[in-house]
């Protein structure tokens, strides 16, 4: 272990129990994530009861494990990040509670974490520097918006889905082509194979920075109660579809700020067709970003990172933070005691 300082964090918002080491200048030192997708596959969806109940039986195990492989102690530790929000409630009361109860314990600061801003950190765990201002695209399972920020920290929130985010629907239209939980990346392989050969809606395409999928989905189910439906085309026509609607509210975003780089993150960043798209010169001259497929869903090296910026930013939290369930980002106006 070098000299550098490190911290221990800690990621329960969902159904991903994560934890990993990470220094000040946010290299990884060890991330471990205990997956319980096998246990809510049979539900088409992650269950919130047995979520939180199974990050109450790994999160120990998957400290220790973490700690171990970084060959840390808790007495090297500097600080011990969460996140607090949002995310379902019983998932991030467990992870506070490890968080909190490991901070009595060690006698180490307590960092409260926003898991949105966990991810816009997520694109620098490989050394990746970001040059403000920028432009985020944070697409996931749970959240689709973009975002603005002219200096770290400062965000300006762009537009943000109205009803769907895009990889909520790609786990419907999966379900709808009967495959099971979780489907999006079964939608994303097909895609590779297929034509885009079905016409689809690209809904808002025009209008301003907010997004809609909803439609969209409900033309993939029309296509299919057509019947004599090529799979793989319709997986294709549909990605196709959906990264068209990214990709051309991100260079008008572009257009209008002028940012020195542009940073796309969340679980939908690992698309093949989203990744080409963003990195064929259509943006400009501008630095494209895009995590390492590893750190593109939910881990706790993220939380790590936004950790460390929270800590030596605005200091320790208070331990009295609850867990934020609905939890937004931070905006330009920020003050010293917000997430």
């Known amino acids: 272990m070098d000299k550098k300082q490190i911290l221990l964090a800690i990621e329960s918002s969902c159904d991903e129990t994560a934890a990993a080491i990470v220094q000040d200048d946010f290299t990884v030192i060890s991330s471990v994530v205990s997956s319980q997708i096998a246990l809510h596959a049979k539900y088409g969806g992650v269950v919130p009861g047995i979520a939180s109940r199974q990050h109450v039986v790994a999160m120990n195990g998957v400290i220790k494990e973490t700690l171990e492989k970084a060959k840390a102690t808790p007495e090297e530790l500097s600080a011990v990040a969460v996140t607090v929000g949002p995310g379902l409630p019983g998932s991030l009361a467990t992870g506070i509670s490890a968080a909190k109860a490991l901070c009595l314990a060690w006698s180490k600061p307590f960092v409260a974490v926003n898991h949105l801003e966990g991810h816009l950190f997520s694109a620098e765990l490989d050394g990746a520097k970001v040059e403000f201002p920028a432009i985020y695209l944070l697409v996931s399972g749970g959240h689709c918006m973009i975002v603005y920020a002219a200096e770290r920290g400062k965000y300006k929130l762009l537009g943000t889905t109205r009803d769907d985010s895009v990889g909520e629907a790609y786990d419907k239209v999966a379900r709808e082509l009967g495959f099971e939980y979780p489907g999006g990346p079964i939608i994303d392989k097909l895609s590779l194979q297929g034509k885009d050969s079905y016409t689809l809606p690209r809904p808002m395409l025009e209008q301003g920075y907010d997004f809609s999928f909803s439609g969209l989905k ?56 989203l990744r080409s798209k963003l990195t064929d010169g259509s943006l400009g001259k501008v630095n494209v970003i895009f995590p390492s497929l590893k750190y593109s869903t939910d881990n706790a090296a993220m ?34 005691d917000d997430l």
């Open 303 to 336: 939380i790590g990172a936004a950790g460390w910026w929270q800590f030596k930013t605005n200091g320790a939290s208070s331990d009295n933070i609850p867990m934020m369930p609905n939890l937004s980002l931070p905006l330009a106006d920020r003050k010293v």
């Open 218 to 273: 409900s033309a993939v189910r029309r296509e299919i109660d057509k019947g004599n439906i090529v799979k793989e085309d319709i997986a294709t026509s549909f990605v196709v579809a959906s990264m068209d609607v990214l990709s051309t509210k991100l260079r008008k975003a572009v257009k209008e700020y002028n940012p020195h780089s542009v940073i796309v993150v969340g679980g939908v960043s690992k698309s093949p067709i």
